[in-house]
């Protein structure tokens, strides 16, 4: 009984400090979209330039989220977060410095290696610390702090003064995580599942073996299909969810909406997120995979529907609460699957894989908007494209969840 209490103490201490770790990586991911406008101003930025701004940091992702995972499988998930979390302390702080276009792009890129690298940990973490049957839960909880940390940087962005005010969103962002840096130390404790497959790796096979089947994680024993629909759903998700994350206070400004109008559309958009984090993931662990998938994309695209009929300040911030709600609820759930399709052995590399393929998505949504909307195309016309793309990544997730769940590893005793 006391072993069974350590261990559940352990595993709420673990998906704390995840939450607060996603809470500070969801304010770093908004603040360039809310310090944006200001930024522009002061270093005389275009528009198609400003989405080379918000896509730079998403392309520090791609190659994070792979590494990341992977070393996850290597060194452990602690190290590998504790690793991530300084990168992006550091170079959060570093924007702050920031004197043209180019130490701009930069500075976001080395954050988003940062800001990469921590979720595929974050993600692996939460799912081997919680029971059989609050995982899903377990990881929705932890994503909930992504879209709340975002709801935060648009409260700072709001409050913050003048032209100058954009540098406190980067502050925040950086300090936050170098003093997150100590607790995790401290008090978070490594997975007892990688720590146990670890072990059954290295006594069943060799060396060089145990690589080999971590590189193929991809594709052996049947997953290379499920791989495939996984990696689909995430690039149509999040194409359009960041599109939305980067764009959407510039959308509602462009409808001669005011900038506090703009922030309230922007923080009602985070609060449904971080609400749909938590009870959508949760709902696979009542009712299913299946179900929550499908009712999760059918409301993406009311939600978007709702922002393309929106033309007033409550209509806005109704549509950009469903927005959050769906989006960012769906993102957690994609995130669960993602985590209960590998093996312990190889489930960073497996994870991370999905969320760099993710991050291609996040990279081109805020580029090619920002490359339309330059031309001339109205938010209505990219709002109403995004529905057929969610289609289609709704059908790659139900594929997905057709496929049985492999077993965890047996975590040792405590």
Same mark, same amino acid.
């Given at each position: 009984?006391?072993?069974?209490?350590?261990?559940?103490?352990?595993?709420?201490?673990?998906?704390?400090?995840?939450?607060?770790?996603?809470?500070?990586?969801?304010?770093?991911?908004?603040?360039?979209?809310?310090?944006?406008?200001?930024?522009?101003?002061?270093?005389?930025?275009?528009?198609?330039?400003? *989405?080379?701004?918000?896509?730079?940091?998403?392309? =520090?992702?791609?190659?994070?989220?792979? @590494?990341? *995972?992977?070393?996850?499988?290597?060194? =452990?998930?602690?190290?590998?977060?504790?690793?991530?979390?300084?990168?992006?302390? %550091?170079?959060?702080?570093?924007?702050?410095?920031?004197?043209?276009?180019?130490?701009?792009?930069?500075?976001?890129? !080395?954050?988003?290696?940062?800001?990469?690298?921590?979720?595929?940990?974050?993600?692996?973490?939460?799912?081997?610390?919680?029971?059989?049957?609050?995982?899903?839960?377990?990881?929705?909880?932890?994503?909930?702090?992504?879209?709340?940390?975002?709801?935060?940087?648009?409260?700072?962005?709001?409050?913050?003064?003048?032209?100058?005010?954009?540098?406190?969103?980067?502050?925040?962002?950086?300090?936050?995580?170098?003093?997150?840096?100590?607790?995790?130390?401290?008090?978070?404790?490594?997975?007892?599942?990688? @720590?146990?497959?670890?072990?059954?790796?290295?006594?069943?096979?060799?060396?060089?073996?145990?690589?080999?089947?971590?590189?193929?994680?991809?594709?052996?024993? *049947?997953?290379?299909?499920?791989? %495939?629909?996984?990696?689909?759903?995430?690039?149509?998700?999040?194409?359009? !969810?960041?599109?939305?994350?980067?764009?959407?206070?510039?959308?509602?400004?462009?409808?001669?909406?005011?900038?506090?109008?703009?922030?309230?559309?922007?923080?009602?958009?985070?609060?449904?997120? =971080?609400?749909?984090?938590?009870?959508?993931?949760?709902?696979?662990?009542?009712?299913?995979?299946?179900?929550?998938? /499908?009712?999760?994309?059918?409301?993406?695209?009311?939600?978007?529907? /709702?922002? %393309?009929?929106?033309?007033?300040?409550?209509?806005?911030?109704?549509?950009?609460?469903?927005?959050?709600?769906?989006?960012?609820?769906?993102?957690?759930?994609?995130?669960?699957?993602?985590?209960?399709?590998?093996?312990?052995?190889?489930?960073?590399?497996?994870?991370?894989?999905? %969320?760099?393929? *993710?991050?291609?998505?996040?990279? !081109?949504?805020?580029? @090619?908007?920002?490359?339309?909307?330059?031309?001339?195309?109205?938010?209505?016309?990219?709002?109403?494209?995004?529905?057929?793309?969610?289609?289609?990544?709704?059908?790659?997730?139900? !594929?997905?969840?057709?496929?049985?769940?492999?077993?965890?590893?047996?975590?040792?005793?405590?």
């Amino acid at each position: 009984m006391q072993r069974s209490t350590n261990t559940r103490a352990n595993g709420a201490v673990t998906i704390g400090l995840c939450l607060i770790v996603a809470l500070l990586e969801g304010l770093d991911l908004q603040s360039t979209g809310i310090a944006a406008p200001r930024m522009a101003r002061e270093f005389h930025l275009a528009v198609a330039q400003m *989405g080379w701004a918000f896509s730079i940091g998403a392309l =520090g992702l791609l190659p994070g989220a792979a @590494i990341g *995972g992977r070393l996850a499988d290597t060194l =452990g998930r602690k190290r590998v977060l504790m690793l991530s979390v300084a990168l992006f302390g %550091v170079f959060s702080i570093a924007t702050t410095q920031v004197w043209d276009l180019n130490s701009l792009l930069a500075a976001r890129f !080395l954050t988003g290696l940062g800001l990469g690298a921590a979720m595929p940990n974050l993600i692996a973490l939460c799912s081997e610390a919680a029971s059989p049957d609050q995982r899903n839960t377990a990881v929705g909880a932890m994503y909930c702090g992504m879209p709340f940390g975002a709801a935060l940087a648009a409260v700072i962005g709001i409050v913050s003064p003048g032209d100058e005010g954009w540098r406190h969103i980067f502050y925040v962002g950086g300090v936050g995580p170098l003093l997150v840096l100590p607790l995790l130390a401290i008090f978070m404790q490594e997975s007892a599942h990688f @720590i146990a497959a670890r072990s059954a790796v290295s006594g069943s096979r060799a060396s060089g073996e145990a690589r080999s089947s971590i590189a193929q994680a991809l594709w052996k024993e *049947g997953r290379a299909g499920t791989t %495939v629909a996984l990696w689909i759903s995430y690039l149509g998700t999040l194409i359009v !969810l960041y599109f939305l994350i980067n764009w959407l206070p510039s959308l509602v400004l462009s409808r001669g909406l005011t900038r506090v109008q703009s922030g309230i559309v922007q923080m009602m958009f985070n609060i449904g997120g =971080g609400i749909g984090a938590i009870v959508i993931a949760s709902l696979m662990d009542r009712i299913g995979r299946r179900r929550t998938v /499908a009712g999760m994309y059918l409301g993406i695209a009311v939600a978007l529907a /709702a922002l %393309v009929a929106a033309n007033g300040g409550a209509s806005m911030a109704c549509g950009g609460l469903l927005a959050g709600l769906f989006l960012v609820g769906g993102q957690s759930v994609l995130y669960a699957l993602a985590s209960s399709i590998y093996p312990t052995h190889v489930r960073g590399t497996g994870v991370g894989a999905a %969320v760099a393929v *993710g991050r291609m998505g996040s990279i !081109l949504g805020p580029l @090619i908007a920002g490359q339309l909307l330059a031309i001339g195309q109205s938010a209505s016309v990219l709002l109403s494209a995004s529905i057929p793309l969610i289609a289609v990544a709704a059908i790659a997730a139900w !594929l997905v969840v057709g496929k049985p769940a492999p077993a965890y590893a047996p975590a040792p005793a405590q």
